[in-house]
């Protein structure tokens, strides 16, 4: 997940929240074929760059040709992805009320959170409204936690803080370290927005923690830059 401030010009990635569900095969094999036409995409340009670098030029069309099928190859995965959510749209219309239902309203929120945040907090707080109900903790704290994402991407700072706090205590509950890390990097990038870095550090530093502990690379960069964002907001850790 991107977590972009328009205020602060700064990116705070969130990269669990962009995996695909593991029932999705379609959106994962296109998912993967998007990643693998990129990585192509990336090394021609580099060579290219060597190219120029040894005085050769390369050839137009054939850089044109590659921008194109990354064009048409992108255009595709979001349709698809589009269809998908559609299709799920009209599936959990006629679901029973159950844990499914739940698993699935949420996949909704999930999908949708970075296009239309408005209709994630719509779907998360059904799909939490539901596992309430059910007593099923695994799709309520999930609910919460696509709530709190709705929230953040329409700048809701505070309402998003509101979901992931409640999130993060169940996650705790359930002892899945690998989501609770998430949450707190989640807090920890909703408290640095509002400027209360202090909060934003009681979150950054344990999800640090926790991430070396998992040797989780990119979390551990993430949570670096935005612990390092926190201090340069600091005049005291200014030279």
Do not use: W
């Amino acid at each position: 997940m991107y977590l972009l401030s328009s205020n602060k010009q700064v990116r705070i990635v969130d990269y669990d929240l962009f995996e695909l569900s593991k029932g999705d095969s379609k959106g994962s094999l296109i998912f993967l074929v998007t990643k693998l036409l990129c990585l192509y995409i990336v090394m021609t340009v580099r060579i290219a760059n060597l190219l120029i670098l040894h005085k050769k030029r390369p050839k137009v069309k054939s850089v044109r040709k590659y921008f194109l099928l990354f064009l048409i190859f992108t255009g595709i995965a979001s349709h698809a992805q589009d269809l998908n959510v559609d299709s799920l749209k009209l599936t959990v219309l006629t679901m029973a009320e159950d844990t499914s239902k739940v698993n699935i309203l949420n996949t909704i929120a999930d999908q949708v959170y970075r296009t239309s945040p408005d209709e994630a907090v719509e779907y998360g707080s059904k799909a939490k409204l539901l596992a309430e109900e059910l007593g099923f903790q695994k799709g309520l704290a999930l609910g919460y936690k696509n709530i709190g994402l709705g929230e953040f991407m329409q700048g809701n700072f505070a309402e998003a803080v509101r979901n992931f706090e409640p999130a993060l205590e169940m996650y705790r509950e359930m002892g899945d370290v690998q989501m609770e890390a998430n949450l707190l990097s989640n807090l920890a990038s909703s408290y640095y927005q509002t400027s209360k870095f202090v909060e934003s550090l009681e979150y950054a530093l344990p999800a640090l923690k926790m991430a070396e502990e998992m040797g989780d690379t990119l979390r551990i960069g993430t949570l670096l830059m935005t612990i390092g964002l926190v201090y340069s907001e600091q005049a005291s850790t200014l030279d």
